[in-house]
């Protein structure tokens, strides 16, 4: 025997057209004035963080810095964009991590930043260290020869050269927030 209309499943009662369907879109972050500032200052040790996640998504936290992430043994992708980091300090190497974005924040250098081994995406559009003359050649310096793209563009191979001429020195400076310059120096001033 059938089941009575009222019995049925709302299941078998709903419309599967296609036409009916609505694509998700996410919604876009609320627009912040250049000026604003947190109240208070917020980690990402103060956000709940499952542990083994191949995609961690931090963005639009009002975080100001990355220390208490730790090393994620699992993550291959880090959504850190829309936040307030003027820095990278407590950045850890990430075993796995292949794409790191952090476009519009706040960074005014790569202080912080460890070598990535296998990250070969970056994105840091939108930060004032993007806007700096040899921004993509300090980039590389930071996070190591692995990368393949910044803001979704191929490195070009003058920029790999400008990297590697500016050497392992220039590099580690790049890491304690020193910002490159065409200016020659010499040995003494390394010191």
Known sequence: AAAPASARSVRETRSASPSVRREYKAPSPRQRPDNFVPKRRKTVGDVR????????????????????????????????QNNFLKHLEGFEPQPHLTELHLEGNKLESFRGMALQ????????????????????????????????RIDDEGIEPEVREQAFRFGPRAAEAVREGWLVDSIQRSEAEWD
């Open 117 to 148: 081994q296998h990250l070969e995406r970056i994105w840091v559009k939108g930060n004032p260290v993007s806007r700096h003359e040899y921004a993509k050649a300090m980039c590389l310096m930071a996070v190591g020869n692995a990368l393949l």
């Open 49 to 80: 963080v499952s542990v083994g996640l191949q995609t961690l998504s931090l963005s639009n936290q009002y975080i100001t810095s990355v220390e208490g992430l730790g090393v994620q043994g699992g993550m291959k992708t880090l959504y850190l």
